[in-house]
């Protein structure tokens, strides 16, 4: 089988062929400056190929994607009918989804319903979506929530201690996201460990990071909220903060509540407290050249993301499983020391020989450790693939 994988934004789209059988991925690019000019990055056959083509919108986009696809000396197919689906990635599903599902009408206006809840992302998974319904009217179209997943929080989880007409009336709870990483990491977790019957928390550490708590396969709490501003400190955005920090930023300072959240989100988490990048690496390096504020900036890291485990813990009622996943996750083995340094009152102890290991599964906890603690390289695009195949498989 061929899925056509679709990540578009407001003026890229990236794009993988995968066969969610085995993982292979036949081709993969992004389209970049959609609506300014266009330029099509495109690797396949063991080779990349960046041409300049008109991207007006993200019809063009699409075109250009598929022409490449079936191109007799760039393209890995011969004809767009060989492509059995494409699975589309969708920020938010507020309330209305569940699960992945086949683009119908009714779909369509779902996910235009749940604009004011992803008001950037969400208009322009929907262009991606309109895009293909137009170059391949008769090819499935499967749309996959980045909040999905996390659906299955209480109540007790997800609702906020606000006035409850606002989430009457206009749907604010905690959604969280990353959903797609955190379902294959728990599936991972949970056919590694050859039982389902197990606590798991998950640690999606990357330029953005959440964490999620799940039982019996089913998650139970995560660390974003509304947005993804929430939770531990990420790369550029603050994660949790006293919300009267923002009154008192934005009067002291006259910023608009706009210009205060995109402070929080673009100029905030690890890139202000180390003063010298988002970048993990960057920091490392420079926190091991003796630079206190980047020593800082990690420390910080470990310690909210140690804490959220510790709730988790609690949450559930103990912990069996400790997963580390996404670029922080799977590669820094002193990050995943630092989180875990502490925690043997809580059952988990790491191996540093086990520990030294990046990109690949791998158990890094003691033999004696209570608690297996797994580093596994998440893949977005194979849940995708695998959740779009299985949806059309069933449909047919
Ligand atoms: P995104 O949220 O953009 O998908 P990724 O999951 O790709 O992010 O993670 C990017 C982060 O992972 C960057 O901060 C990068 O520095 C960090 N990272 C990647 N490799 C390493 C490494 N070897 N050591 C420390 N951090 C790393």
Redesign the pocket.
């Known amino acids: 089988m061929n899925i056509l994988i679709i990540n578009a934004g407001s003026s890229s789209l990236k794009y993988q062929l995968m066969d969610p059988d085995t993982g292979v991925v036949s081709a993969k690019g992004l389209c970049e400056r959609i609506g300014i000019d266009g330029r099509l990055n495109h690797s396949a056959n063991g080779k990349k190929v960046v041409k300049d083509i008109p991207m007006p919108t993200h019809s063009e986009a699409i075109t250009a994607t598929l022409n490449i696809l079936v191109d007799p000396v760039d393209g890995v197919i011969k004809s767009t009918d060989e492509i059995d689906a494409v699975g589309h990635r969708v920020l938010h599903g507020g309330m209305e989804f569940f699960a992945s599902c086949i683009i119908d009408d009714a779909v369509i206006a779902a996910i235009e319903k749940c604009i004011p809840l992803g008001p950037l992302h969400n208009p322009a998974n929907l262009m991606g979506i309109r895009a293909c319904q137009a170059v391949m009217p008769t090819t499935p179209q499967v749309a996959v929530f980045d909040t999905a997943f996390h659906m299955t929080m209480p109540p007790k989880a997800y609702r906020y201690a606000i006035p409850t007409e606002y989430y009457k009336n206009d749907s604010i709870r905690r959604y969280g996201f ?1 959903g797609t990483s955190h379902k294959y990491v728990t599936k991972r977790a949970i056919e590694l460990m050859g039982t389902k019957d197990i606590k798991i928390v998950n640690c ?6 959440s964490l999620s708590a799940v039982k019996d396969g089913k998650c139970q709490d995560t660390s974003m909220g509304l947005t993804p501003l929430a939770g531990v400190p ?2 550029t955005r603050s994660g949790d903060l006293d919300a009267a920090v923002v009154q008192f930023i934005m009067n002291k300072y006259g910023m608009s509540a706009d210009e205060c959240l995109n402070m929080l989100n673009k100029k905030s988490g ?1 890139l202000a407290v180390s003063g010298v ?8 390096e420079n926190a091991n050249a003796g630079n206190a504020d980047c020593e800082l900036a990690l420390e910080k890291f470990a310690y909210e993301v140690r804490k959220y485990i510790g709730s988790y813990a609690a949450a559930l009622g103990g912990l069996d499983v400790l997963v580390f ?11 995943r020391a630092r989180i875990c340094q502490d925690l043997e009152y809580l059952g988990v102890k790491i191996d540093a020989e086990k520990n030294n290991t ?1 990109g690949k599964e791998a158990i890094i906890s003691a033999d004696d450790s209570k608690v297996t603690v797994w580093v596994i390289p ?1 893949n977005e695009e194979l849940m995708i693939a695998q959740d779009t195949a299985e949806l059309v498989k069933a449909a047919n």
Do not use: K, Q, Y
């Open positions: 990353h999606h550490l990357g330029n953005g990071s990420m790369g690890v990048s988002s970048d993990f690496r960057d920091i490392e996943t996404a670029g922080v996750g799977e590669n820094s083995a002193t990050m990046r998440t």
